[in-house]
């Protein structure tokens, strides 16, 4: 519905909608992005045995402007999605040629803080509601008041069709409304420039068509909207203003969608069936189906650099040349007869948002004194961590069921070792069990995050590409989340073994404190060997690689082999094995500090000296502080590792 229909509608009513309320932010020529790319390549390694690259990407020119929706097509394997990374700042290393903004050099910081990047896998947090998620991205991108931001939310979520499902968890929505809530939490900082990676994807035809005129609206309104599509059906078709063709890595169609079916008579003198998808046609052309005019259609859009057949929409703003720029005026629309097909439908598209917050416009000189973040790094933290509680809060595998393992566990344990500890003819057994704990707690912390932290990778992506915080505030507050999960399940565990089997050495407090802090010590460490991991591999690699991270430690861990009888080339993997320190630790704050004798419950006791059980098991000499010290500073290398070896796999993915 048209804006002016609706206010004089309201007029008529004596009544002020919410979208009166805000003035509508159309852009205009000084804050539109007009992106030119010229003579742009990709080349990657054929494999890793050879330096030979193969390009995916061949010298392509286009010019991408606001007010128009754009749509990269071509078959698969043509570099659509490659074109759009690179386009949008995702991918930055082996690529050669040039990308401008506004007639000048691109700055890929001053321009990813005016772009957003809709992916084509939606990587929403699925314990969130609807409105929880935008309360959160507007805080993150937005630094206005408490009012401002609740308002664009409303009228956002209004505009896309999702104030009906303000309270659903994000896990519970249709296909279609998921893509609709990737676009508000991105529309929330209002950019100029929007980039869609198959937006369509696994919708059908109703929700695509839907999809694509929230698109269209967003053109309308000034922004540069640019999509990749496989196959737009004969409606999705009609509806897009410049197509951009690949194929093979190179551009053989760039200008408006309604003369393509002009350029395909001119340039291989093909007729499209009159009621024939000029899209569907289009593919044909491309694949061979009526010979081969692939170099022939290359050679007429001279790769992406031939302006004939575009064509200006009246109301279309051009973009005002900059000073200096060597771009020459838009040639006129050419006057070729359309096709029958090429004549667009009078589709009732979605309304124009009016966008209620201030847009962080691209500036020509670079970051221009804005800050990269709209929220500083304590702000961040904050905000990260409200929604990590109340994520984890709702999170029954990770929190709940978690905890009830541990205390089932820990009471089916102490059962079978009822009340031992102060028996030295159980003495052995006892010592197994203090094994068996610290092997419990190392492999549930280890797994629980190995399997739990590779689905949080794709949500980060998204969202630190798209600037909504800075990555040491997403692991700060990753950890801060879970740390008190993690404390809780150890103690829990830990609590009831040392009661029911019988544990109590004098002084009490105090080697029930030192017994607590070794187990909840092995479990931060063995659950940052999880993080590193699970950062590292994904699911599937990760639970298969994963123990042989972590068996060396076991193996060595001082239960199995003690150290007096290892060869003495391989006493260096007791040393950096942590299981040995907590082990010792543990041990020690059981049997250690000149405990007394302890009572026999048979005839002959060999271990009633507590002494004499550290002797034979190699522990005589070992030192509480000494394993605490060593903990912690492996925890804090580990931390460092962990975070190292995240920004990495980010920086992997080819941008900064």
Same mark, same amino acid.
């Given at each position: 519905?048209?804006?002016?229909?609706?206010?004089?509608?309201?007029?008529?009513?004596?009544?002020?909608?919410?979208?009166?309320? %805000?003035?509508?932010?159309?852009?205009?020529?000084?804050?539109?992005?007009?992106?030119?790319?010229?003579?742009?390549?990709?080349?990657?390694?054929?494999?890793?045995?050879?330096k030979d690259r193969k390009a995916l990407l061949s010298q392509i020119s286009g010019d991408f402007r606001p007010g128009e929706l754009i749509a990269i097509v071509g078959p698969s394997g043509a570099g659509k999605s490659t074109l759009m990374d690179i386009l949008a700042g995702f991918t930055t290393e082996n690529v050669t040629g040039s990308c401008e903004v506004n007639g000048r050099e691109r700055d890929i910081r001053a321009f990813?803080?005016?772009?957003?990047?809709?992916?084509?896998?939606?990587?929403?947090?699925?314990?969130?509601?609807?409105?929880?998620?935008?309360?959160?991205?507007?805080? %993150?991108?937005?630094?206005?008041?408490?009012?401002?931001?609740?308002?664009?939310?409303?009228?956002?979520?209004?505009?896309?069709?999702?104030?009906?499902?303000?309270?659903?968890?994000?896990?519970?929505?249709?296909?279609?409304?998921?893509?609709?809530?990737?676009?508000?939490?991105?529309?929330?900082?209002?950019?100029?420039?929007?980039?869609?990676?198959?937006?369509?994807?696994?919708?059908?035809?109703?929700?695509?068509?839907?999809?694509?005129?929230?698109?269209?609206?967003?053109?309308?309104?000034?922004?540069?909207?640019?999509?990749?599509?496989?196959?737009?059906?004969?409606?999705?078709f009609d509806m897009i203003d410049h197509l951009y063709v690949l194929a093979e890595g190179k551009c053989c169609y760039a200008g408006s969608a309604g003369q393509l079916v002009n350029f395909l008579r001119d340039s291989c003198r093909l007729d499209c069936p009159t009621y024939h998808n000029p899209a569907d046609f289009l593919l044909e052309v491309i694949n061979g189906d009526y010979g081969d005019h692939l170099p022939g259609m290359?050679?007429?859009?001279?790769?992406?650099?031939?302006?004939?057949?575009?064509?200006?929409?009246?109301?279309?703003?051009?973009?005002?040349?900059?000073?200096?720029?060597?771009?020459?005026? %838009?040639?006129?629309?050419?006057?070729?007869?359309?096709?029958?097909?090429?004549?667009?439908?009078?589709?009732?598209?979605?309304?124009?948002?009016?966008?209620?917050?201030?847009?962080?416009?691209?500036?020509?000189?670079?970051?221009?004194?804005?800050?990269?973040?709209?929220?500083?790094?304590?702000?961040? %933290?904050?905000?990260?961590?409200?929604?990590?509680?109340?994520?984890?809060?709702?999170?029954?595998?990770?929190?709940?069921?978690?905890?009830?393992?541990?205390?089932?566990?820990?009471?089916?344990?102490?059962?079978?070792?009822?009340?031992?500890?102060?028996?030295?003819?159980?003495?052995?057994?006892?010592?197994?069990?203090?094994?068996?704990?610290?092997?419990?707690?190392?492999?549930?912390?280890?797994?629980?995050?190995?399997?739990?932290?590779?689905?949080?990778?794709?949500?980060?992506?998204?969202?630190?590409?798209?600037?909504?915080?800075?990555?040491?505030?997403?692991?700060?507050?990753?950890?801060?989340?879970?740390?008190?999960?993690?404390?809780?399940?150890?103690?829990?565990?830990?609590?009831?073994?040392?009661?029911?089997?019988?544990?109590?050495?004098?002084?009490?407090?105090?080697?029930?404190?030192?017994f607590l802090a070794m187990y909840v010590l092995v479990g931060l460490v063995s659950q940052m060997i999880g993080l590193i991991v699970g950062t590292l591999l994904d699911i599937q690699n990760g639970v298969i690689f994963g123990p042989f991270f972590i068996m060396p430690f076991l193996v060595f861990g001082g239960f199995f082999v003690y150290l007096k009888d290892a060869p003495q080339f391989l006493h260096w993997l007791f040393h950096?094995?942590?299981?040995?320190?907590?082990?010792?630790?543990?041990?020690?704050?059981?049997?250690?500090?000149?405990?007394?004798?302890?009572?026999?419950?048979?005839?002959?006791?060999?271990?009633?000296?507590?002494?004499?059980?550290?002797?034979?098991?190699?522990?005589?000499?070992?030192?509480?502080?000494?394993?605490?010290?060593?903990?912690?500073?492996?925890?804090?290398?580990?931390?460092?590792?962990?975070?190292?070896?995240?920004?990495?796999?980010?920086?992997?993915?080819?941008?900064?």
């Amino acid at each position: 519905m048209d804006l002016s229909r609706q206010s004089s509608k309201m007029e008529q009513h004596g009544t002020m909608s919410s979208m009166e309320m %805000l003035a509508p932010v159309t852009a205009t020529r000084t804050n539109q992005l007009n992106l030119t790319f010229s003579e742009l390549g990709y080349t990657v390694r054929s494999n890793f045995l050879t330096k030979d690259r193969k390009a995916l990407l061949s010298q392509i020119s286009g010019d991408f402007r606001p007010g128009e929706l754009i749509a990269i097509v071509g078959p698969s394997g043509a570099g659509k999605s490659t074109l759009m990374d690179i386009l949008a700042g995702f991918t930055t290393e082996n690529v050669t040629g040039s990308c401008e903004v506004n007639g000048r050099e691109r700055d890929i910081r001053a321009f990813r803080r005016s772009s957003a990047y809709i992916m084509q896998d939606d990587n929403l947090q699925p314990l969130l509601t609807v409105e929880e998620a935008m309360r959160c991205a507007a805080d %993150l991108k937005l630094d206005t008041t408490a009012q401002d931001k609740e308002q664009a939310i409303n009228v956002i979520l209004k505009e896309l069709g999702l104030d009906q499902a303000r309270r659903t968890l994000s896990k519970s929505l249709s296909g279609g409304e998921k893509k609709r809530l990737s676009i508000a939490l991105e529309l929330i900082s209002n950019p100029p420039i929007m980039f869609f990676d198959e937006p369509t994807s696994g919708l059908d035809s109703v929700t695509s068509r839907q999809c694509f005129g929230i698109l269209k609206s967003l053109a309308a309104d000034g922004r540069t909207i640019v999509c990749t599509v496989h196959q737009p059906s004969d409606t999705l078709f009609d509806m897009i203003d410049h197509l951009y063709v690949l194929a093979e890595g190179k551009c053989c169609y760039a200008g408006s969608a309604g003369q393509l079916v002009n350029f395909l008579r001119d340039s291989c003198r093909l007729d499209c069936p009159t009621y024939h998808n000029p899209a569907d046609f289009l593919l044909e052309v491309i694949n061979g189906d009526y010979g081969d005019h692939l170099p022939g259609m290359i050679a007429a859009s001279e790769n992406g650099l031939c302006e004939r057949w575009r064509v200006l929409r009246e109301d279309e703003l051009a973009p005002t040349p900059v000073a200096g720029s060597s771009k020459s005026p %838009l040639p006129p629309a050419p006057t070729i007869p359309a096709h029958p097909k090429a004549q667009k439908l009078d589709y009732e598209l979605a309304p124009r948002l009016p966008l209620p917050s201030t847009p962080i416009f691209y500036e020509l000189s670079g970051s221009g004194g804005k800050a990269y973040y709209a929220a500083g790094f304590w702000r961040q %933290l904050w905000i990260l961590l409200k929604r990590n509680a109340l994520r984890l809060s709702r999170d029954r595998v990770l929190t709940f069921t978690r905890l009830t393992m541990h205390l089932c566990v820990a009471l089916l344990v102490s059962v079978i070792f009822f009340r031992i500890g102060q028996d030295a003819a159980h003495a052995l057994d006892n010592f197994a069990l203090l094994f068996f704990s610290l092997m419990f707690v190392m492999y549930s912390a280890f797994s629980a995050t190995l399997v739990t932290f590779p689905a949080e990778l794709p949500i980060l992506t998204r969202e630190h590409f798209n600037r909504w915080y800075r990555l040491r505030s997403f692991y700060l507050a990753q950890k801060l989340a879970d740390l008190p999960v993690q404390v809780c399940a150890a103690s829990v565990y830990t609590l009831v073994v040392f009661h029911m089997s019988g544990q109590y050495p004098e002084p009490y407090a105090t080697r029930l404190g030192l017994f607590l802090a070794m187990y909840v010590l092995v479990g931060l460490v063995s659950q940052m060997i999880g993080l590193i991991v699970g950062t590292l591999l994904d699911i599937q690699n990760g639970v298969i690689f994963g123990p042989f991270f972590i068996m060396p430690f076991l193996v060595f861990g001082g239960f199995f082999v003690y150290l007096k009888d290892a060869p003495q080339f391989l006493h260096w993997l007791f040393h950096v094995s942590f299981i040995k320190y907590g082990f010792e630790g543990v041990v020690v704050a059981v049997y250690g500090s000149n405990r007394p004798k302890m009572p026999c419950s048979k005839e002959y006791c060999h271990f009633r000296a507590p002494q004499t059980l550290l002797e034979i098991v190699d522990m005589k000499n070992s030192n509480y502080l000494v394993s605490v010290t060593f903990l912690v500073a492996l925890y804090f290398l580990l931390d460092c590792v962990a975070f190292t070896a995240l920004f990495f796999k980010l920086r992997a993915r080819k941008y900064r």
